[in-house]
């Protein structure tokens, strides 16, 4: 927008330039007495001045348009960069709550799963500890009826003797 101002700016001092140089080189090269030479001259630097004013005017003219539009523009872009950064942070909760419930599902499930992982483990030590016991308890009673029929074996043999 600066650069309208600018070429703005730069149109008008270039037409008021042009407006008193072409006025200037006219008369010089007119063949007028100087009383009209002079009243030539003001009449043109008077015309020059008033196209200046508005040249002026239509320049502050769209300068105010150019600011309202900027001012709007301006407003217009907080407004929406006010409600992105609200989506933006309503999603940044809304994603922080739905990874937080996530979470608490999970371990609610792993840890019931560590229950049932632990209590199916428990009853498998438990039968295998049984099964052990069962085993040492018919190997004590082989250890046993072996230990009795050789004590029965050696007093046979002290009897034949």
């Given at each position: 927008m600066?650069?309208c ?28 007495s ?12 008077k ?7 508005e ?9 105010s348009?150019y600011?309202e ?13 006010t ?15 739905d ?20 209590k ?21 009673e ?10 029965n ?9």
């Open positions: 600066s650069e101002n600018n070429d703005g700016k730069g149109f008008l001092l270039g037409a008021l330039v042009g407006s008193v140089v072409g006025a200037a080189i006219a008369l010089v090269f007119a063949p007028k100087g009383r009209e030479l002079r009243q030539d001259l003001n009449q043109g630097t015309v020059a001045l008033e196209k200046a004013e040249w002026k005017d239509v320049v502050q003219e769209k300068g348009e600011s539009m900027a001012i709007v523009k301006g407003s217009e872009l907080k407004e929406k960069g409600d992105f950064s609200k989506k933006a942070m309503d999603s940044t909760t809304q994603l922080t709550k990874v937080s419930e996530k979470t608490k599902s999970l371990a609610k499930d792993v840890t019931e799963k560590t229950k049932d992982f632990s199916d483990i428990a009853e498998k030590v438990k039968r295998d500890a049984k099964d052990v016991k069962d085993e040492v308890e018919k190997e004590a082989n250890i046993v009826q072996a230990e009795e029929l050789a004590n074996s050696s007093e046979v043999k002290e009897e034949k003797d």
